[in-house]
Each structure stands twice: as C-alpha cells, then as structure tokens.
C-alpha cells in the first residue's frame, strides 16, 4: 500500500470520535469485511477501519463478489457495535452510503448519485458499493461491519468483461488519478459525523440527505424480490430505510431487501 496508518491519520487531521480509532492497513486479505470481524473477536473497538490494497474474495451482496484488483480501488471495512435495535438494520446502509456519497462529491467534485440502497452511481454506472453485515443476538446488534468498495483509479482496460456495462471508475469520470489516502480520510470523517447523528437516533436528518442524494426516488424501476418481480415507481423512504413504491394497481409496498434497477430518467 502506497500509504501507512499514520499517513491517513494525518490526512484525517481533525479528531474523530469513533471512527479510525484504530487503522490497520494489509497488502492484501480475502475480505476487508471478513478481516473486520475478524478483528472485533479479537476485541478491537468499534470503529476500526480495514483497510486492503487487494482483495482475493471480495464480497458482495447475496453472494455476489467484488472485483477487487491490486492498487487501484479502495476497499475498507469499518468494524461497529451500534446501539440502535435491529429493525433500524437498513439504516445503517443508508447512513453510509450517505457518508461515502458526500465525502466524494467533496473530494472529486463529481455529482455521485445513491441508488437504493447501496449503490453509488456516476451517470448510471456503479463507481462504489456497501456491503453490510450483522450480527444480531436477541433485540440488540451485537456487531455490524460496513464494508466500503470504491473505483478509484481503475481504467476501462481494467475493468473485466462481465462488469463493463455497468461499472465505472473516478478516473474513468473525470479523467484524472486520486489519491485514496485523501479519499479515505475523507470517507472516515463524513462516517463519524453521520454514524453520530444514527446513534442519537436522528433519522429524519439522515433520510432527507438521502433523498438529496438519491436517484432512485422518483424513477420508475424493477425490483427483484426473492419470490417475485414487479415494476412500480419508487416514491419515498420510510424511518426504518425501506424504499416505498407503488404499483400500477395504485397500491403500495415497502421493500426491506431486493434489487433495484431504474428504468426511466426522470
Ligand atoms: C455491493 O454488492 O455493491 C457491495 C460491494 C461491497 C464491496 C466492499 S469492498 C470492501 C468490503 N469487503 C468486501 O468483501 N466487500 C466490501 P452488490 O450490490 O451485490 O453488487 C455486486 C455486483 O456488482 C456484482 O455482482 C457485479 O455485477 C458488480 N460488481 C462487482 N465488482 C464491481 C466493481 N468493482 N465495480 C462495479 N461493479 C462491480
């Protein structure tokens, strides 16, 4: 990795409160994700940042794998013990897609887009995703790892076949290299600040900067469900993170889980 531990919390300057406590960078795991968790049985505080210049098992979601190339994209993992109850789960996604979307509009200047609920979109192409896992004993979370997949500086020619359609990178936007050190201590303060505001249960403030920043609210699109598949106009999020839509019937529904794909510009 071409940067060290203090080299990113030096670029992070100003004093978080719980995110980036602790930093461990690798050349290389399987999974930032898998690492994280890994760290917090071995009693790490919550709010410890992974972070890998090389991923051989990149995650996504529902199975799915990241393509995770060495040096190029950042791959970080924040490790957390959040105290909201598991229903507000969806929310924590939200909250970081909502912190890693407002750190790179400010870093890049690029107007990067939510899709629900995890995507970050730049004109349609997916540049970054959030995978969040749980663990949840009884009514509380006992931990969460949010894992953060950024395209920073891949180029067309390292993008594989099977996601050239849909994925894209920073560079690939707006013609120029970033530095991923400046990226990610970006990212970790944004995390800090919005991560607070879930933790005092201010989810209306968190909501609203989501549908700022959402391209999904207003769009018609398809959902995939586990058992089914329907086409509906995305209307609106409610206080739990689930995405409102209604269908042609006129009736609605309240989607927790699925994939979303737009359909129509608005
Ligand atoms: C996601 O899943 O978008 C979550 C991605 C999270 C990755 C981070 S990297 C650090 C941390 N450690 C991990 O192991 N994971 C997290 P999902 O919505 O299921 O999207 C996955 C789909 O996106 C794949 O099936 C591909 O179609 C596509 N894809 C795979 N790699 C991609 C990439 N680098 N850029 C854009 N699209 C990609």
Not at 2 to 15: C, G, P, R, W
Not at 86 to 112: E, F, H, M, Q
Request: charged content about 30%.
């Amino acid at each position: 990795m071409e940067f060290t531990v203090e080299d990113l919390k030096k670029a992070i300057s100003s004093k978080t409160l719980e995110i980036g406590k602790e930093i461990v960078i690798y050349d290389e795991v399987e999974s930032t994700n898998s690492m994280a968790n890994e760290l917090l049985k071995q009693g790490y505080p919550s709010g410890t940042v992974v972070i890998a210049d090389r991923q051989i098992k990149g995650k996504g979601r529902l199975g799915r794998k990241w393509i995770s190339p060495y040096g190029k994209n950042l791959y970080m993992s924040i490790a957390l013990k959040p105290t909201i109850p598991p229903k507000y789960a969806t929310l924590l996604t939200l909250t970081s897609a909502v912190a890693c979307t407002t750190a790179l509009r400010r870093y890049t200047d690029i107007p990067v887009m939510i899709k629900w609920p995890n995507d970050m979109l730049v004109d349609d192409k997916k540049v970054g995703g959030i995978l969040t896992e749980m663990k949840i004993e009884g009514e509380k979370i006992k931990s969460a790892v949010v894992g953060i997949g950024i395209n920073v500086n891949m180029t067309e020619e390292d993008i594989p076949e099977e996601i050239k359609e849909i994925a894209s990178s920073l560079k690939i936007c707006k013609g120029e290299e970033f530095l991923r050190v400046l990226l990610a201590a970006e990212i970790i303060k944004e995390f800090d600040k919005w991560y607070q505001l879930l933790e005092k249960r201010q989810r209306k403030t968190i909501i609203d900067r989501w549908i700022q920043l959402s391209c999904t609210i207003g769009r018609q699109v398809k959902i995939v469900l586990s058992d089914k598949e329907l086409i509906a106009g995305a209307e609106a999020i409610d206080e739990e993170g689930r995405l409102i839509v209604k269908l042609s019937d006129g009736t609605y529904e309240k989607i927790s889980a699925g994939d979303v794909t737009l359909l129509r510009t608005k």
